[in-house]
Protein backbone atom coordinates (compact mmCIF):
# COMPACT_ATOMS: atom_id res chain seq x y z
CA UNK A 1 0.00 0.00 0.00
CA UNK A 2 1.50 3.00 -0.84
CA UNK A 3 1.88 6.00 1.49
CA UNK A 4 1.07 9.59 1.01
CA UNK A 5 3.42 11.60 2.84
CA UNK A 6 0.34 15.14 2.30
CA UNK A 7 -2.71 12.91 2.73
CA UNK A 8 -4.13 14.04 5.71
CA UNK A 9 -6.88 11.75 7.45
CA UNK A 10 -8.97 14.42 9.94
CA UNK A 11 -8.68 18.51 9.11
CA UNK A 12 -6.15 20.48 10.74
CA UNK A 13 -7.33 22.33 13.72
CA UNK A 14 -6.61 25.10 15.97
CA UNK A 15 -5.81 22.92 18.85
CA UNK A 16 -2.92 21.72 17.01
CA UNK A 17 -1.40 25.18 16.56
CA UNK A 18 1.89 25.01 18.64
CA UNK A 19 1.71 27.44 22.15
CA UNK A 20 3.05 30.70 20.68
CA UNK A 21 3.11 29.88 16.82
CA UNK A 22 -0.42 31.36 15.49
CA UNK A 23 -1.21 35.10 14.19
CA UNK A 24 -2.62 37.27 16.55
CA UNK A 25 -5.94 36.61 17.42
CA UNK A 26 -7.18 40.33 16.46
CA UNK A 27 -6.15 39.70 12.76
CA UNK A 28 -7.19 36.60 12.42
CA UNK A 29 -10.53 37.49 13.33
CA UNK A 30 -10.63 40.61 11.49
CA UNK A 31 -9.79 37.93 8.39
CA UNK A 32 -12.61 35.83 9.49
CA UNK A 33 -15.24 38.73 9.68
CA UNK A 34 -14.13 39.66 5.81
CA UNK A 35 -14.57 35.98 4.49
CA UNK A 36 -17.76 35.84 6.04
CA UNK A 37 -18.86 39.09 4.33
CA UNK A 38 -17.13 37.46 0.90
CA UNK A 39 -19.24 34.52 1.47
CA UNK A 40 -16.81 32.20 2.15
CA UNK A 41 -17.66 29.36 4.97
CA UNK A 42 -14.89 29.29 7.68
CA UNK A 43 -14.36 25.84 8.58
CA UNK A 44 -11.19 24.53 10.73
CA UNK A 45 -8.56 24.07 7.73
CA UNK A 46 -9.39 28.00 6.56
CA UNK A 47 -9.16 29.48 10.39
CA UNK A 48 -5.49 27.33 10.53
CA UNK A 49 -4.84 28.91 6.94
CA UNK A 50 -5.03 32.26 7.87
CA UNK A 51 -2.80 31.67 10.91
CA UNK A 52 -0.34 30.51 8.29
CA UNK A 53 -1.11 33.10 5.80
CA UNK A 54 -0.44 36.12 8.52
CA UNK A 55 2.58 34.23 10.07
CA UNK A 56 4.46 33.67 7.10
CA UNK A 57 3.77 37.81 5.94
CA UNK A 58 2.61 39.84 2.97
CA UNK A 59 4.25 38.34 -0.26
CA UNK A 60 4.55 34.78 0.80
CA UNK A 61 4.21 32.11 -1.82
CA UNK A 62 2.23 28.62 -1.22
CA UNK A 63 5.02 26.87 -0.60
CA UNK A 64 6.23 29.47 2.26
CA UNK A 65 2.82 29.46 3.19
CA UNK A 66 2.84 25.24 3.69
CA UNK A 67 6.17 25.64 5.50
CA UNK A 68 4.58 28.26 7.89
CA UNK A 69 1.96 25.73 8.51
CA UNK A 70 4.27 22.90 9.15
CA UNK A 71 6.34 24.59 11.60
CA UNK A 72 3.05 25.86 13.40
CA UNK A 73 1.14 22.34 13.54
CA UNK A 74 4.35 20.16 14.84
CA UNK A 75 5.08 18.49 10.99
CA UNK A 76 0.97 17.65 10.34
CA UNK A 77 -0.11 20.85 7.73
CA UNK A 78 -2.58 20.72 5.46
CA UNK A 79 -1.94 19.73 2.08
CA UNK A 80 -0.52 21.33 -0.69
CA UNK A 81 -3.75 20.63 -2.71
CA UNK A 82 -5.75 21.87 0.34
CA UNK A 83 -4.06 25.02 0.23
CA UNK A 84 -3.65 25.95 -3.05
CA UNK A 85 -8.10 25.40 -3.65
CA UNK A 86 -8.24 27.59 -0.46
CA UNK A 87 -5.55 30.28 -1.69
CA UNK A 88 -7.32 30.55 -5.43
CA UNK A 89 -10.97 30.58 -2.97
CA UNK A 90 -9.61 33.59 -0.95
CA UNK A 91 -8.03 35.68 -4.09
CA UNK A 92 -11.09 34.80 -6.10
CA UNK A 93 -13.38 36.67 -3.26
CA UNK A 94 -11.10 39.83 -2.79
CA UNK A 95 -9.26 38.74 0.48
CA UNK A 96 -6.03 38.53 -0.98
CA UNK A 97 -4.26 39.76 -3.88
CA UNK A 98 -2.12 37.25 -6.09
CA UNK A 99 1.18 38.68 -7.37
CA UNK A 100 3.42 37.55 -10.12
CA UNK A 101 6.88 37.85 -9.84
CA UNK A 102 9.40 37.76 -12.86
CA UNK A 103 10.89 34.41 -11.91
CA UNK A 104 6.74 33.32 -12.18
CA UNK A 105 5.97 32.15 -8.51
CA UNK A 106 2.38 33.59 -7.07
CA UNK A 107 3.21 35.67 -3.75
CA UNK A 108 0.04 36.41 -1.89
CA UNK A 109 -0.58 38.97 0.73
CA UNK A 110 -3.98 40.42 2.12
CA UNK A 111 -5.81 42.32 -0.37
CA UNK A 112 -6.68 46.13 1.35
CA UNK A 113 -10.38 46.24 2.19
CA UNK A 114 -12.58 48.37 0.32
CA UNK A 115 -13.08 51.86 1.69
CA UNK A 116 -16.17 52.58 -0.46
CA UNK A 117 -19.47 52.30 1.01
CA UNK A 118 -22.09 50.04 -1.09
CA UNK A 119 -24.69 52.56 -2.50
CA UNK A 120 -28.04 50.78 -2.57
CA UNK A 121 -31.11 53.02 -3.47
CA UNK A 122 -35.07 52.41 -3.82
CA UNK A 123 -36.33 53.35 -6.94
CA UNK A 124 -40.29 53.72 -6.87
CA UNK A 125 -41.59 52.34 -9.72
CA UNK A 126 -44.44 54.98 -10.87
CA UNK A 127 -42.44 58.03 -10.37
CA UNK A 128 -38.77 57.60 -10.57
CA UNK A 129 -38.11 58.90 -7.39
CA UNK A 130 -35.07 57.86 -5.37
CA UNK A 131 -34.74 57.04 -2.10
CA UNK A 132 -31.19 55.95 -0.41
CA UNK A 133 -31.50 52.72 1.91
CA UNK A 134 -29.20 53.20 5.00
CA UNK A 135 -29.36 49.87 6.02
CA UNK A 136 -26.00 47.86 6.59
CA UNK A 137 -27.97 44.73 6.58
CA UNK A 138 -29.06 45.24 3.06
CA UNK A 139 -25.55 45.63 1.62
CA UNK A 140 -23.98 42.59 3.47
CA UNK A 141 -26.99 40.68 2.39
CA UNK A 142 -25.86 41.73 -1.52
CA UNK A 143 -22.36 41.62 -1.40
CA UNK A 144 -22.67 37.46 0.32
CA UNK A 145 -25.46 36.83 -2.54
CA UNK A 146 -23.10 38.39 -5.52
CA UNK A 147 -19.68 36.72 -3.79
CA UNK A 148 -21.50 33.37 -3.92
CA UNK A 149 -21.05 33.54 -7.94
CA UNK A 150 -17.96 34.81 -7.57
CA UNK A 151 -19.17 38.55 -8.24
CA UNK A 152 -19.40 42.11 -6.48
CA UNK A 153 -21.40 44.58 -6.17
CA UNK A 154 -20.72 47.96 -7.30
CA UNK A 155 -24.09 49.81 -6.64
CA UNK A 156 -27.26 48.20 -6.63
CA UNK A 157 -30.86 49.67 -7.25
CA UNK A 158 -34.35 48.54 -5.98
CA UNK A 159 -37.58 49.37 -8.07
CA UNK A 160 -39.67 49.36 -5.33
CA UNK A 161 -43.99 50.30 -5.68
CA UNK A 162 -45.93 52.03 -2.72
CA UNK A 163 -47.15 49.52 0.01
CA UNK A 164 -51.36 49.26 -0.93
CA UNK A 165 -53.25 51.15 1.53
CA UNK A 166 -54.21 49.20 5.11
CA UNK A 167 -57.56 48.01 4.37
CA UNK A 168 -56.30 46.89 0.54
CA UNK A 169 -53.90 43.65 1.92
CA UNK A 170 -52.69 42.15 4.96
CA UNK A 171 -48.85 42.83 4.26
CA UNK A 172 -46.38 42.53 7.29
Known sequence: M???SEHRR????LSQIRPGMGASRNAVRKLEDRCREAGVKMTDLRRVLL??????????????????????????PPSQGSIQRNLNL??????????????????????????????????????GRKIPCRMPEVAALLRRAAAEHGLAVQAAAITVTPVPATGDADIR
Not at 10 to 13: E, I, K, L, N, Q
Open 2 to 4: LAF
Open 10 to 13: SPPA
Open 51 to 76: HGILEAGAGATAIKIWKTLRNMTDGH
Open 90 to 127: LVARDILRRDVSPDRLWHYSIAPERKGRLAVTFVEAGT
